[in-house]
């Protein structure tokens, strides 16, 4: 048995997601400090070639743990988006139709969906149309180059210019100057959040002159795919599109027997399916019959639901992550990019619901020597020294001594085969302990650096100068503070990996995902 998923249900789950931004926690998240390396989760040459993430568990696992931070996504940083097609002077555009298919492709991109025609574009000022009409007929399938730019914002569709090309595109909307900023993109554009609940006054127009319902205007065209033959001749004669919908009218023009033109005078509404009734001027039984086709517009009419008219199945998220908060350290680096959903807030069972998190261990060190370096393994004896904890370094401060870090399994697989392998001291190194707020000197495996816990500090402040108050992004007790969601939490529906990006105090990275339903 065959069976497809439609794109209208990829269109829905795309709405669905944004829907579900107001009423869940989704986080955007950076990790991996220290992607070069042998070990689970890494490899030896990942910045070169970074490996494709795996969707399992145990990888999802892995991802938590090596999670540096997150930002909260919201509403104003999700937007349905859409392929980018630029209108240029001298190039073809398909006309929309909605029985585009494998036996029926669009006849320059050979698409056989609507979706992966080229039947929109958006102008130089960032307005978008969608393409009516383009001379094209049966005898002329491609139609013809399109030399006059749209950029009416008229509610009805319209030629763009005197060039007579053949066009007429019918405008949908602009794209706001917050959401190019923003949103940007070579490859996409983005479409209007809540189109069908929107109170500003462009959107509504658009919306309420595409309800065919309450203005009779569904169909706005009808496609002469034969010309056919032995027809009565006349120019503007009146003709009925019958259907499953009511009110539609078209004017035929004829020449020497064959149809010439079409305009549609009356676009009815609730048509599903249309034919035009030739009837009255078929007079010869001789005659070969001419096929029109109305073009049935999505939904109740053109502008009246974009999501289904434009087939936004993708959706872009967007977040900037800057030094303004002491949970973003500038001197780390990253390697995964991932969106978490629902992290729990540690300690609780409860949906974490901040701005902002730190997925890292921190200590406030005091009497160092040496600096740490990001990636390092650093280690601690801890049980009364029958055992070490471990880490990796994910930044040090050196105005307020604070070492950020975070652990996984690879501190305590096998070091030689880097996997679960059975090895000599696994009773106690492939053990996790926790660092100890004790006297016990924290030390870096590759900078050889030392320090201790600043056992004396508890706060989420400190004055390191005696002029200025630092605010640390968490709480500290004796000199330690732990990460603000629970390690692991939440579902990871996303995951990235690229070559690994260092941070610094004169960068802001705009990250930009898509996620393609």
């Not at 070169?48 to 990888?59: A, C, E, F, G, Q």
């Not at 978008?128 to 749209?150: F, L, T």
């Not at 629902?342 to 261990?361: H, K, R």
């Not at 930044?395 to 690879?410: A, G, H, I």
Request: hydrophobic residues 30%; aromatic residues 10%; charged residues 20%.
């Amino acid at each position: 048995m065959s069976a497809i998923v439609t794109d209208q249900f990829r269109i829905l789950n795309a709405s669905n997601f944004v829907d579900s931004i107001e009423s869940n926690s989704y986080y955007i998240t950076l990790g991996l400090a220290n992607p070069v390396a042998a070990g689970y989760g890494r490899t030896s040459d990942w910045n070169t070639n970074p490996p494709s993430p795996t969707d399992n568990l145990s990888y999802a696992a892995h991802t938590g743990d090596t999670v540096l931070f997150g930002k909260k996504i919201t509403s104003a940083n999700v937007r349905r988006i859409v392929r980018r097609i630029d209108w240029s002077s001298g190039t073809k555009y398909e006309i929309y139709r909605s029985d585009y298919s494998v036996s029926n492709p669009a006849p320059i991109t050979n698409a056989a969906r609507l979706y992966d025609a080229n039947y929109y574009v958006m102008n130089e000022d960032y307005r978008v149309y969608i393409c009516i009409e383009n001379g094209s007929s049966g005898s002329n399938p491609k139609g013809n180059v399109s030399q006059d730019q749209p950029k009416f914002t008229d509610l009805e569709p319209s030629r763009a210019g005197d060039s007579g090309d053949g066009y007429i595109w019918k405008y949908l909307f602009t794209i706001s100057p917050s959401d190019i900023i923003k949103f940007d993109s070579t490859d996409y554009i983005t479409v209007p959040n809540d189109w069908a609940t929107s109170n500003d006054a462009q959107i509504r127009a658009m919306r309420e002159s595409g309800d065919s319902v309450n203005n009779d205007n569904q169909i706005k065209t009808v496609f002469i795919e034969n010309a056919g033959s032995n027809y009565a001749n006349g120019l503007g004669q009146e003709m009925s599109i019958i259907g499953d919908g009511t009110g539609g009218k078209v004017r035929v023009d004829v020449e020497g027997g064959k149809i010439t033109n079409t305009v549609v005078t009356s676009g009815g509404k609730d048509y599903s399916y249309a034919l035009v009734d030739l009837g009255s001027i078929n007079s010869s039984t001789t005659a070969t019959p001419a096929k029109l086709v109305p073009v049935i517009p999505p939904s109740r009419g053109h502008g009246y639901d974009i999501y289904k008219e434009l087939g936004t199945d993708r959706v872009l998220v967007y977040a900037r992550f800057d030094d303004s908060t002491k949970d973003f350290p500038v001197d780390t680096s990253f390697a995964q990019v991932s969106i978490i959903k629902n992290p729990t807030a540690v300690g609780t069972s409860n949906t974490f619901t901040d701005n902002n998190f730190t997925g890292l261990s921190a200590f406030k060190l005091t009497g160092i020597t040496g600096t740490p370096k990001v990636g390092e393994k650093i280690e601690q004896l801890v049980q009364n020294g029958t055992a070490k904890a471990f880490g990796y370094v994910a930044s040090f401060d050196t105005e307020t001594k604070v070492l950020k870090y975070f652990t996984d399994r690879s501190l305590f697989y096998n070091q030689t085969t880097k996997d679960e392998q059975d090895y000599t001291g696994i009773s106690t190194n492939g053990r996790p302990y926790a660092f100890e707020s004790s006297s016990n000197l924290i030390t870096g495996q590759a900078s050889a650096f030392t320090g201790a816990i600043d056992t004396a500090f508890s706060g989420i402040s400190t004055n390191p100068t005696g002029i200025k108050q630092i605010n640390l992004g968490v709480s500290f007790t004796a000199g330690m503070a732990v990460p603000e969601i629970n390690k692991g939490s939440g579902e990871v529906i996303y995951l990235d990996n690229r070559a690994s990006i260092a941070r610094n105090a004169r960068q802001k990275e705009d990250i930009k995902v898509i996620l393609e339903f």
